[in-house]
């Protein structure tokens, strides 16, 4: 389903994050995808709706779409961890290697079409795809190299979310241009193989609204530092996300070859700007973290699955307090929701600090603090406006059902807060992705055909 230029229509809410903060009896007028008209203070007409509260959608900086279809099929006690004993990110790693020696174009289109559905069910209306998976289940190109490319942009039609398309640059194991593993043999490419892709990513999402196209440079593992320096001349304007310092093993490993940690490395060796998003970048030292902050790059958060991985905490209190900016991933799509995302996010740091409302500033309450710096990270990670609930913004709108009691007497930022910290999933009622409604009662309103396509690819994928 692809939204389509609709006439011009009215929308109205008991209340509206706008860009300058909460306003009551709102009234949005959309015309042609955005939003034509904001009145504030107005009286709902007797044929609108009462909507609830709208909040502006919020991008996922980081996803692997297809890893929808592994979750829950990792928490038992795995005996092949590298760092030991212990079932860790990298026994998590072979899992999903093995995941992938199944799962064609059919099987990757139908899990990325649920996932990306599940993201606008959650809150997310646009998604920042990590996409690596280019080769067959042999490890061999496909007759068209950008086959899986092209049912990645399809799952995005099919859902209607804004995409920004990462084609993933992976070519060696580990730091040195150590060869892939045959593990790997389904991301790799060389570097004019590389260059095809984008630009065939490029021709792809044309005709899908607002879609855009970057580059990710893997990790510093996947890439020798001649193929890194290739990258933003790649990427052509678009934004550049790169795999940084998740698991301590890779700060080792960094140390061991440049002397250098990874994110002091990528910062004295590559050009590193807003345009940059750095995935994790959990293992980080406050010289780290305030050149990141100074570079005005993105950190891409993903709490959920640095959570569920055993990662670690990345000092997203500090840094933010600094001004650091950040978004927020679902990467391994474990469980996919925006209000899940941010309550580990604060969690994670009121657990570490044994402090409260850590994330919280003078004028913002805790909810609203994390909203506002995933919504103007996201954007700027995928490269995009982050023009909120703003006359000519595209009409990209979440709604919050206020009649729920989980609401009652609440208003403004406490609205956002019982959502995150005290609401159900099901709070998240309406999704509007460039003003087609394809979320209705907290159901996308394509979710019958594509859970029928993820069950029947869920059943190839893991066939005994
Ligand atoms: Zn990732």
Redesign the pocket.
Known sequence: MQPSPSESRTLWFDQALLPDGWARSCRLTLADGRIAVVETEVERAAHEVDHGAALPGVADV???AFQRAMAGLTEGRGPTGAGGERDDFWSWRALMYRFLDRGGPEEIEAITAYAFMEMLEGGFTRIAE?HYLHNDPMGVAYADPAELTARVVAAARATGIGLTLLPVFYAHSTFGGVEPTHGQRRFITDLDGFADLVERGRGLVTGLPDANVGVAPHSLRAVTPDELAAMPGLAGGGPVHI?IA?QTKEVDDCLAWSGARPIEWLLDHAPVDPRWCL??ATHVTEAEWRGVAARGAVVGL?PV?EANLGDGVFPAAAYAEAGGRFGI?S??NVQIGLAEELRMLEYSQRLSLRGRAVMADAGRSTGRALFDCAHAGGAQACGVAAEGLAVGAPADILALDTDRIGFAGRSGDAVVDSWIFGGDRSALKSVWRRGEQVVVGGRHVAREALEARFRRALSTVLAA
């Open positions: 980081h996803s692997h990590f795999h998740e995935i994790h993903c699955t991933g990467d391994s």
